[in-house]
């Protein structure tokens, strides 16, 4: 059973800045893509920031510059670093691992930027 503990989220001021943690069980953290994504009322679920099982990275355009994805695969944890927050980047934020073969969410945390 594979779980993904999410941490990390809350109340920031416009500008600031929060560093989320999302914690994986299982052996499968090192073989997925982990993701950052995230949902608004109202809105649909939507990608921030992957990082494949390659390092390699990729960022929606509202995350690029300001937002930071991380991996450590020895700690089994994926980072996401969010600089410069604004008030549209409220939502909840939930982690991903997936690959061809699963898909596993964690249960979310949120982040709330206002004055």
């Known amino acids: 059973q594979v779980q993904l503990v999410e941490s990390g989220g809350g109340l920031v001021p416009p500008g600031g800045s929060l560093r989320l943690s999302c914690a994986a069980s299982?052996?499968?953290?090192?073989?997925?893509?982990m993701g950052w994504y995230r949902q608004a009322p109202g809105n649909q679920r939507e990608l921030v920031a992957a990082?494949?099982?390659?390092?390699?990275?990729n960022y929606a355009d509202s995350a690029k510059g300001r937002f930071t994805i991380s991996r450590d695969n020895a700690k089994n944890t994926v980072y996401l670093q969010m600089n410069s927050l604004k008030p549209e980047d409220t939502a909840v934020y939930f982690c991903n691992a997936r690959s061809a073969s699963w898909i596993y969410w964690g249960q979310g945390t949120q982040v709330t930027v206002s004055s």
């Open positions: 299982g052996s499968i953290f090192s073989m997925s893509t």
């Open positions: 990082t494949l099982s390659s390092g390699r990275t």
